[in-house]
């Protein structure tokens, strides 16, 4: 073949290949402000039919120009509206050091899930929780709710509003009422703001004071920027917006009804006879009282080395309470779960457990269960021998070392 025929046929491929790629990019949607994980996101729910989705879905797409429409299963604004109702199975949150106890919603993540930035804003950042759903979305999207209680130790330190939001006074709209919490009249401070896209984040604060202490309860969401999407999807977006709206102020009334102040454990038991123990080896001390006797057992097992503390009276009777290290197989078959406790003690992260006879409300076992660099502690009382108050003011005092 002569040398021209085949500077004719290369051409002709390259002019094909550019036909086709100009028709291929023409005949494709424009993702403006969504990444392909976005994509992959809807890829298998339902296209809608002449605008039109299926009974029990809606119509959504980004909140952006040229964004592909997608049917979007009909659900709350956010999963917290079903506990939002009761908040006798909520969870419990009780600071001994810094004298409070609050109720979360039982499907919210919990302190020990969600910690705080490490960014000086958060410094005072003492507890924090959301909502599951409170992941980060599309621009101009909305976000589930979070509840946190910040400490300050007088008004200087709180920073301006404009900084606690992050955003401009101008773009700051303020509205106050009158609430009572756990006794104290104070003012809620709900503040709107300017968030991306059309969004706008919701925030509420009331101020506390205890024990010359300023407590911040902080309730924040965000809702959607309805006003910047097409025009036919604005209903469903005001009615989203409106719906966590509503399970949002649900929420936050019931936490505040929740809060409360509880006295120091130290201030309500006489520990002036009480004792040290002390152990090196995993670097720990708690105080303990006096009377008691206490034994050690070191052990081995396929897991791992072990480790057994248990606490008896002088006269004989059965141990008052055990700490374990790394003993796994511990049970409590025969009683019901009567409730736990998230807690912070000494800057540890605990979880209080009681199981006992739910019929009668009687608690049989009270536990506390920790680890720290790869170990595993739990404190076990027998609640037909030491108070829970005793039992309390124990893990009160229980600090690492090392």
């Known amino acids: 073949m002569k040398p021209k025929y085949w500077a004719i046929i290369i051409l002709a491929l390259i002019a094909a290949i550019v036909c086709w790629y100009y028709f291929a ?3 494709q949607p424009v993702y403006e402000c969504f990444s392909a994980s976005s994509i992959n996101k809807i890829k298998d729910l339902p296209k809608p039919n002449n605008g039109e989705c299926p009974a029990g879905y809606f119509l959504n797409a980004y909140y952006c120009p040229k964004s592909p429409t997608w049917c979007e299963p009909i659900k709350n604004a956010t999963s917290s ?3 939002g109702t009761d908040i006798k199975d909520w969870n419990i949150y009780s600071n001994a050091e810094y ?3 609050v109720k979360y919603p039982n499907n919210w993540r919990s302190p020990a899930e969600v910690m705080p930035g490490n960014s000086e804003l958060n410094k005072n950042n003492i507890f924090f929780a959301d909502d599951p759903n409170r992941q980060p979305g599309e621009p101009g999207s909305s976000f589930a709710p979070a509840f ?4 300050y130790n007088n008004v200087s330190e709180i920073p301006p509003i404009e900084e606690y939001l992050q955003t401009t006074p101008e773009e700051i709209t303020t509205t106050n009422k009158t609430v009572k919490v756990d006794g104290q009249t104070s003012t809620e401070k709900d503040y709107k703001s300017f968030a991306v896209e059309g969004a706008y984040d919701v925030t509420y604060l009331v101020q ?5 202490k300023i407590y911040i309860l902080e309730f924040s969401y965000t809702l959607a920027g309805c006003s910047v999407i097409p025009k036919d999807m604005q209903p469903e977006c005001d009615n989203e917006n409106a719906l966590l709206v509503k399970n949002s102020n649900q929420i936050w009334s019931q936490i505040l009804s929740s809060f409360k102040f509880i006295p120091p454990v130290q201030s309500q ?3 002036s006879g009480w004792k040290t123990y002390t152990n090196s080896q995993y670097g720990f001390e708690f105080n303990y009282p006096g009377k008691l006797l206490y034994k050690e057992t070191s052990s081995s097992n396929k897991l791992g080395p072990n480790f057994t503390l248990e606490f008896g009276s002088t006269q004989g009777r059965d141990e008052n309470f055990t700490m374990y290290i790394n003993n796994p197989g511990i049970g409590f078959e025969g009683f019901d779960d009567l409730g736990k406790k998230d807690l912070i003690i000494n800057n540890i992260k605990m979880q209080k457990h009681i199981y006992g006879d739910a019929p009668s409300k009687i608690t049989g076992i009270i536990t506390y269960e920790f680890s720290k660099d790869g170990n595993e502690f739990l ?3 027998n609640a037909e021998i030491i108070k829970e108050t005793d039992f309390d003011q124990i ?3 229980f600090k690492f070392t090392k």
Do not use: P
Request: aromatic residues 8%.
């Open 208 to 212: 506390l004071s205890k024990n010359n």
């Open 379 to 381: 404190f076990v009382g």
């Open 269 to 271: 038991i006489d520990t």
């Open 99 to 101: 004298g409070f106890e």
């Open 25 to 27: 990019i023409n005949n």
């Open 148 to 151: 946190g209680v910040r400490l």
């Open 395 to 397: 893990l009160s005092t």
């Open 81 to 83: 509206a079903k506990s």
